[in-house]
Structures are given as structure tokens and as C-alpha cells.
């Protein structure tokens, strides 16, 4: 998974996204309120990375058909 996202496969940023990432496009793993349970945003993290790699294998696969069509 983690594989995916340093091999600087970039993903669109949507409406919403923002809470987890910082302006140069990487993962906050520090809660952005010190009351908020750490676990929790870190499970809310790994979760949002994971449809990163969703969306990436996505357009592999769309990639890679297209081109086999082609």
C-alpha cells in the first residue's frame, strides 16, 4: 500500500480531503484537535490512504486496457 503512494503516483485532492493532508500534498498523522483520540485518526488515515491506492490501481488497470485495445 505505502509501496504505491512513494512511487509518486499522484491522486486527485477532493472536497473534504484536506483535514488529512498538509499544502505539500502529505498525510497529517497528528490529529488536528489534541483532543481527538489518536487511534482513531490514525485508523481514519489509513483508510483515506488506502483510497489513494484504490484510485491509482484504477487507473492503472484503465491504463493498461486502454493500451491493450489500442
Known amino acids: ?19 488529512f493532508h498538509f499544502s505539500d500534498g502529505s498525510h497529517k498523522w497528528i490529529p488536528p484537535d489534541p483532543d481527538y483520540d489518536q487511534e482513531a485518526w490514525d485508523a481514519m488515515v489509513r483508510q483515506h490512504q488506502l ?4 484510485e491509482i490501481s484504477r487507473r492503472r488497470r484503465s ?7 489500442g
Open 51 to 54: 483510497q489513494h491506492v484504490e
Open 63 to 69: 491504463r493498461q486496457q486502454s493500451e491493450g485495445q
Open 1 to 19: 500500500m505505502v509501496a504505491a503512494l512513494r512511487n509518486r503516483a499522484h491522486t486527485v485532492i477532493r472536497r473534504g480531503d484536506e483535514r
